[in-house]
């Protein structure tokens, strides 16, 4: 069991954070659902793109953030030497029976399913190929993306194993979400396409099995349904697509330049999240697409998710790095938006020896706390602001490195790097 780091750095630049923690998983998560708890699905790493599994590499692994804020691994998953495409890629994203209980998982060539609470495999079927996407209907029917020598959608009985039919899609099937309008049900595809060839969202009638398709060019990273339309992040446009299934036509494309090669999106309050391989989450208000501010996490994050109205980050990766991050982090925003400002406090100079000043108007604050983290989350030094004065001097003994500099109290907070 571990148990949270720290309360760490809490940076956002029009978007108002009260706080943020740190809870420490398995190398490399990825994935984040909610349920009774917060869990994590954390990726397999190949540092040397071998296949073989080495003392240095880790194993997939499936985690829980319990109330106390401890965490504890559920499952851990044995190598999976088929997936080399890249040096983080199983598991792919899970799927849900509608009560959230069962949790379906694509393990060794095929699917299993898992009791979300006590994390016993309950079921499983053998499918074959590597499965990317998975989603669950109601009526018991499994549906896979399978890519390799071929690229398909399959559909499965779950109780059986049956499969009911295969559809050829486009190349590197990714994600598998429903949208429903009026009493008509499609099935999306979202294809990142082999390379120099075009992605696309695809749309298969679950009544007519006709399937309609829109090409999305370059790489769609992640889909989402909100109400009736498909809303897709397609990374090398830095765009949001919204898409009308009906007609199978682009409704809206929203700019989110703002989100550096973007990677998934959540939806909350009328306002789009989309996480962001810098390591940001641009946050834009809907229907109008304006952009509000960015909400920072500690690492670069793959995945987010909401858990009881708090914004949960998968720092996938540390930040500036391909190294695997372990962490994943809580934030609890408010509905407070504020202008986007340049922080009025300063680091003199920086870099910096042992010796350093934080300078600030004296109107900014009352009498607050400074707190020097490493890049760890660890508290390594703290000092006091005074309203009269213009600034603090310092003498430290650290080593050299990057370190985060906390100003503020619990209900204000001013972060310099």
């Known amino acids: 069991m571990r148990h949270v ?34 869990n994590v699905l954390c990726l397999q790493v190949d540092q040397n793109f071998d296949g073989v599994q080495d003392p240095e590499d880790a194993l997939a692994s499936w985690w829980r953030v319990l109330p106390d804020g401890s965490t504890e691994m559920v499952r851990e998953f044995s190598w999976q030497a088929d997936y080399l495409q890249y040096p983080f890629g199983f598991p792919v994203r899970p799927a849900f029976t509608e009560s959230r209980d069962t949790v379906f998982l694509y393990v060794e060539n095929g699917v299993s399913a898992f009791d ?4 016993e495999q309950v079921g499983r079927i053998e499918v074959g190929g590597q499965v990317s996407g998975l989603l669950w209907q109601r009526d018991g029917t499994l549906f896979c993306s399978v890519r390799g020598d071929e690229h398909v959608l399959r559909a499965y009985t779950w109780s059986s194993g049956e499969m009911l039919g295969e559809f050829e899609v486009v190349d590197y099937p990714q ?24 992605g696309a969202v695809q749309f298969l009638d679950t009544e007519t099995f006709e399937m309609t398709s829109i090409l999305a060019d370059p790489l769609p990273n992640a889909i989402h349904t909100v109400e009736n339309n498909v809303f897709v992040v397609l990374n090398g446009l830095a765009e949001v697509w919204e898409i009308d299934p009906v007609n199978t036509e682009v409704v809206r494309k929203y700019s989110v330049t703002e989100a550096v090669q973007p990677r ?115 508290l390594v030094a ?21 370190y985060l500099i906390v100003v503020g109290t619990n209900s204000t907070v001013h972060t310099v790097q």
């Open 175 to 198: 994600q598998l979400s429903f949208v429903r309008s009026g009493n008509k049900t499609w099935l999306s595809v979202l294809s990142e396409g082999s390379w120099g060839e075009s």
């Open 382 to 402: 703290t000092s006091t602001l005074e309203p009269a004065s213009s600034g603090v001097s310092t003498q430290m003994s650290l080593p050299t490195g990057v």
């Open 116 to 119: 979300v609470v006590s994390g």
């Open 264 to 378: 998934d999106i959540l939806f909350r309050d009328n306002r789009m999240f989309v996480v962001s391989y810098d390591g940001g989450i641009a946050v834009y208000e809907l229907p109008s697409g304006e952009y509000v501010g960015r909400v920072l996490p500690d690492g670069r994050p793959e995945s987010a998710a909401w858990h009881e109205g708090e914004l949960w980050v998968a720092n996938t990766y540390l930040k500036e790095s391909f190294v695997a991050g372990n962490t994943v982090q809580r934030m609890n925003l408010t509905a407070d938006i504020a202008e986007e400002t340049q922080s009025e406090f300063l680091t003199m100079p920086n870099p910096s020896g042992a010796a350093f000043e934080i300078s600030h108007p004296s109107s900014a604050l009352n009498q607050e706390t400074v707190r020097v983290f490493d890049v760890r989350g660890k």
């Open 5 to 38: 780091l720290t309360v760490l750095t809490v940076l956002c630049c029009s978007v108002s954070i009260s706080f943020a923690q740190l809870y420490e998983v398995g190398d490399s998560p990825a994935f984040v659902w909610s349920g009774d708890n917060v």
